[in-house]
């Protein structure tokens, strides 16, 4: 009896070894996340240090200085939430174990990058070799417990037992309306930035598309031929009545009106799904103050009905997986899914990037389940998919062939590897061989590929495209381009993490504004000689401080994070890599859209100014968060039963 209790005495000591042991390895991760998220990474400016270990020191003292205060609560915080999360032992962990490491990887790049290095910076001194290994280490604890404290709330439903009071009143009738009341609700809130930006806040491609219009530059198929001609037609609407400002503003204010209701449709499906309030809470913040909603929708751009289109189209999808019966029976869901989808495929050359395989793969699954689904689902699913691609098909052919409008250059689905082409000749010119030299000169001007490179967008390069060279030149190039990856593949490497780096690094705020005619200025002459658009000066104060409140938005707590590309695409790799171990099949089907959505923004020429690349990723992701909540609350229904 005695050596017994011996031995429960002995387990007890080990366990509470082994306890205590994980509390400490928590506090020194918590520690190092926290100097991870506070040091500055560059290498310190003017410092001369004798010696390796003065040089650490130095240089770790330079890094970490004035950051005691909010590194300490950092660290607290961070090793308090993983002190609470301690218990969970899912097997699911090496899904936030992975994610967390290669995340980390890329913010470490990203590190280089923002301080304006490159990788060499990572172990350019002993100092930097160790802040580097603090980096990487308390960015990947601090992912990891981030993404387990997501996955707990997601699972939680904490906030979705809350037992409120049955609505009254003003708060029943909204309640009863609440398609038409959050319609309301943002066109109020979208008023004032929309106003001030009387006729409309422009960007470089609007301006471009106008100029095609007007005959002033050649009408080419490199933006979408059917966007440009409703610029065109809503502006000639408006030299019909008297002012070309009153028709654009009229196809602002159409925007706006198709924004609010798509919006509202997705807090509609909310209500039926029965989503998390901290989920439609954060989709009403980002409506109303993050600059991707609301400086956008009054935005002259084509992502903006593209990637509303797609948001649409996300909320339908559910719709059918939620209820196949009443939406294959509603001719309106049928309707606004076409509709949808061929909104998709004419607002932007992506849509056929992503929808197409992505329509590819859900026939496929379709076909493989004909006899689950019955074939007359099966087929009237399938001409669901189906005669909205051909319909949008026909449209786009249709206003190519009457406009006569030529196609869009193939440089922009090179403008990858135009980058690593020009970074490769910048860095290592002198191992290029002449038979290398000529096949790129035959496409890129080799000479000026230097100068023209800049690290986080391609265009200057690849504006610089012969258009004349033939497929004979372009096979001859995409083999130097390959022969060059072997001999330094590090630097394509780079090139292409120096442009994308700001996707998933939270610590580079992408603030781009649109406000008035600050964008695309050059081709305001053109424009403004064929239509006489105008903005009118006495709203300038207006339009300064709508700029100002928009970049305070970026920056600000909470908001700023709902306005920054990293969360979104982080949490859509964490939740298809939960959905497939938890065999969640409809999330990951629902899922590829949205996954070759970030793929396109990583061929895209720039992320760095443009985070509208990811819009498609952005919008929808709070409502497939709410999905994987329902299927995975659906199960733990069946278990309970």
């Given at each position: 009896?005695?050596?017994?209790?011996?031995?429960?005495?002995?387990?007890?000591?080990r366990a509470g070894?082994?306890?205590?042991?994980g509390?400490?390895?928590?506090?020194?991760m918590?520690?190092?996340?926290?100097?991870?998220?506070?040091?500055?990474?560059?290498?310190?400016?003017?410092?001369r240090?004798?010696?390796?270990?003065?040089?650490i020191?130095?240089?770790?003292?330079?890094?970490?200085?004035g950051?005691?205060?909010?590194?300490?609560?950092?660290?607290?915080?961070?090793?308090?939430?993983s002190?609470?999360?301690?218990?969970d032992?899912?097997?699911?962990?090496?899904?936030?174990?992975l994610?967390?490491?290669?995340?980390a990887?890329?913010?470490?790049?990203?590190?280089?990058?923002?301080?304006?290095g490159?990788?060499?910076?990572?172990?350019s001194?002993?100092?930097?070799?160790?802040?580097?290994?603090?980096?990487?280490?308390?960015?990947?604890?601090?992912?990891?417990?981030?993404l387990?404290?997501?996955?707990?709330l997601?699972?939680?439903?904490?906030?979705?037992k809350?037992?409120?009071p049955?609505?009254r009143g003003l708060?029943?009738?909204?309640?009863?309306?609440?398609?038409?009341?959050?319609s309301?609700?943002?066109?109020?809130c979208?008023?004032?930035?929309?106003?001030a930006?009387?006729?409309?806040?422009?960007?470089?491609?609007?301006?471009?598309?106008?100029?095609?219009?007007?005959?002033s530059?050649?009408?080419?198929a490199?933006?979408?031929?059917?966007?440009?001609?409703l610029?065109?037609?809503?502006?000639?609407?408006g030299l019909?009545?008297?002012s070309?400002n009153?028709?654009?503003?009229?196809?602002?204010?159409?925007q706006?009106?198709?924004a609010?209701?798509?919006?509202?449709?997705?807090?509609?499906?909310?209500?039926?799904?029965?989503?998390?309030?901290?989920?439609r809470?954060?989709s009403?913040l980002?409506?109303?103050?993050s600059?991707?909603?609301?400086?956008?929708?009054?935005t002259?751009?084509?992502?903006v009905?593209?990637?509303?289109?797609?948001?649409l189209?996300?909320a339908?999808?559910?719709y059918?997986?939620?209820?196949?019966?009443?939406?294959l029976?509603?001719?309106k869901?049928?309707?606004?899914?076409?509709?949808?989808?061929m909104?998709?495929?004419?607002?932007?050359?992506n849509?056929?990037y992503?929808?197409?395989?992505s329509?590819i793969?859900?026939?496929?699954v379709?076909?493989v389940k004909?006899?689950s689904?019955?074939?007359?689902?099966?087929?009237r699913?399938?001409l669901l998919?189906?005669l909205?691609v051909?319909a949008?098909?026909?449209?786009n052919?249709?206003?190519i062939?009457?406009y006569?409008?030529?196609?869009g250059?193939?440089?922009?689905?090179?403008?990858?590897?135009?980058?690593?082409?020009?970074?490769?000749?910048?860095?290592?010119?002198?191992?290029?061989?002449?038979?290398?030299?000529?096949?790129?000169?035959?496409?890129?001007?080799?000479d000026?590929?230097?100068?023209?490179?800049?690290?986080?967008?391609?265009d200057?390069?690849?504006?610089?495209?012969?258009?004349?060279?033939g497929?004979?030149?372009?096979?001859?190039?995409?083999e130097?381009?390959?022969?060059?990856?072997?001999?330094?593949?590090?630097?394509?490497?780079?090139?292409?993490?120096?442009?994308?780096y700001?996707?998933?690094?939270?610590?580079?705020?992408?603030?781009?504004?649109?406000?008035?005619?600050?964008?695309?200025a050059?081709?305001?002459?053109?424009v403004?000689a064929a239509?006489?658009?105008?903005?009118?000066?006495?709203l300038d104060?207006?339009?300064?401080?709508l700029?100002?409140?928009?970049?305070?938005?970026?920056?600000?707590?909470?908001?700023?994070?709902?306005?920054?590309?990293?969360?979104?695409?982080?949490?859509?790799?964490?939740?298809?890599?939960i959905a497939?171990?938890?065999?969640k099949y409809?999330?990951?089907l629902?899922?590829?859209?949205?996954?070759?959505?970030?793929?396109?923004?990583v061929f895209?020429?720039?992320v760095?100014?443009?985070?509208?690349?990811?819009?498609?990723?952005i919008?929808?992701?709070p409502?497939?968060?709410?999905?994987?909540?329902?299927l995975c609350?659906?199960?733990?229904g069946k278990?309970?039963?």
């Amino acid at each position: 009896m005695r050596k017994r209790n011996q031995g429960i005495v002995m387990d007890r000591g080990r366990a509470g070894k082994a306890e205590g042991l994980g509390r400490l390895f928590s506090l020194a991760m918590s520690l190092m996340a926290a100097c991870a998220l506070c040091m500055s990474f560059s290498v310190p400016w003017g410092e001369r240090f004798d010696g390796i270990a003065e040089e650490i020191v130095g240089n770790l003292a330079a890094s970490f200085h004035g950051n005691a205060f909010i590194s300490t609560l950092l660290a607290l915080g961070i090793y308090w939430l993983s002190l609470r999360l301690r218990e969970d032992t899912s097997r699911e962990n090496w899904t936030a174990v992975l994610l967390a490491a290669v995340t980390a990887v890329l913010w470490l790049m990203g590190a280089c990058f923002n301080s304006g290095g490159d990788f060499s910076t990572m172990c350019s001194s002993p100092g930097q070799i160790v802040k580097s290994i603090i980096s990487y280490l308390g960015a990947a604890w601090f992912l990891y417990v981030m993404l387990l404290g997501f996955r707990s709330l997601l699972d939680s439903g904490w906030d979705t037992k809350l037992s409120l009071p049955a609505p009254r009143g003003l708060k029943a009738l909204l309640s009863r309306h609440r398609f038409w009341a959050v319609s309301l609700f943002l066109l109020l809130c979208w008023a004032v930035p929309v106003a001030a930006c009387y006729p409309a806040a422009f960007c470089t491609d609007a301006w471009m598309q106008l100029a095609q219009y007007w005959g002033s530059e050649p009408f080419t198929a490199h933006h979408p031929p059917v966007h440009t001609m409703l610029l065109g037609i809503f502006s000639r609407l408006g030299l019909a009545l008297g002012s070309a400002n009153l028709g654009l503003f009229l196809f602002v204010l159409l925007q706006v009106l198709m924004a609010a209701l798509a919006l509202a449709y997705v807090f509609c499906l909310y209500e039926k799904l029965g989503a998390p309030k901290w989920i439609r809470l954060l989709s009403l913040l980002t409506a109303v103050f993050s600059p991707f909603v609301a400086d956008r929708v009054g935005t002259l751009l084509k992502d903006v009905p593209f990637s509303m289109a797609f948001l649409l189209m996300m909320a339908q999808f559910i719709y059918a997986l939620l209820d196949m019966e009443s939406f294959l029976k509603s001719k309106k869901q049928l309707l606004i899914t076409a509709l949808a989808i061929m909104g998709v495929l004419l607002m932007r050359k992506n849509g056929c990037y992503v929808l197409y395989p992505s329509f590819i793969l859900l026939a496929a699954v379709l076909i493989v389940k004909r006899k689950s689904l019955g074939r007359s689902k099966t087929v009237r699913l399938l001409l669901l998919m189906l005669l909205p691609v051909a319909a949008a098909v026909a449209v786009n052919s249709a206003i190519i062939k009457h406009y006569d409008i030529a196609p869009g250059s193939i440089a922009e689905s090179l403008s990858l590897p135009f980058q690593q082409t020009a970074r490769y000749v910048r860095d290592h010119g002198e191992e290029v061989t002449e038979e290398e030299r000529e096949a790129i000169d035959a496409v890129l001007p080799y000479d000026r590929l230097a100068e023209l490179y800049i690290p986080i967008i391609s265009d200057p390069v690849k504006a610089e495209f012969k258009e004349g060279c033939g497929s004979d030149e372009l096979k001859a190039y995409l083999e130097a381009w390959l022969k060059m990856f072997f001999k330094h593949p590090l630097t394509y490497v780079e090139a292409t993490a120096n442009q994308i780096y700001a996707l998933v690094y939270p610590f580079a705020e992408n603030r781009t504004v649109y406000v008035g005619f600050s964008d695309g200025a050059w081709f305001i002459p053109d424009v403004v000689a064929a239509t006489g658009v105008s903005l009118p000066e006495s709203l300038d104060t207006e339009r300064n401080v709508l700029t100002q409140w928009f970049y305070l938005m970026y920056s600000s707590p909470v908001i700023g994070m709902i306005s920054h590309t990293a969360p979104y695409i982080i949490a859509a790799f964490f939740l298809s890599l939960i959905a497939a171990v938890r065999k969640k099949y409809a999330f990951l089907l629902l899922a590829v859209p949205v996954l070759l959505s970030i793929a396109v923004a990583v061929f895209a020429p720039a992320v760095i100014g443009n985070p509208r690349y990811v819009f498609p990723v952005i919008y929808p992701m709070p409502l497939m968060a709410a999905y994987f909540i329902r299927l995975c609350r659906e199960d733990m229904g069946k278990e309970k039963a």
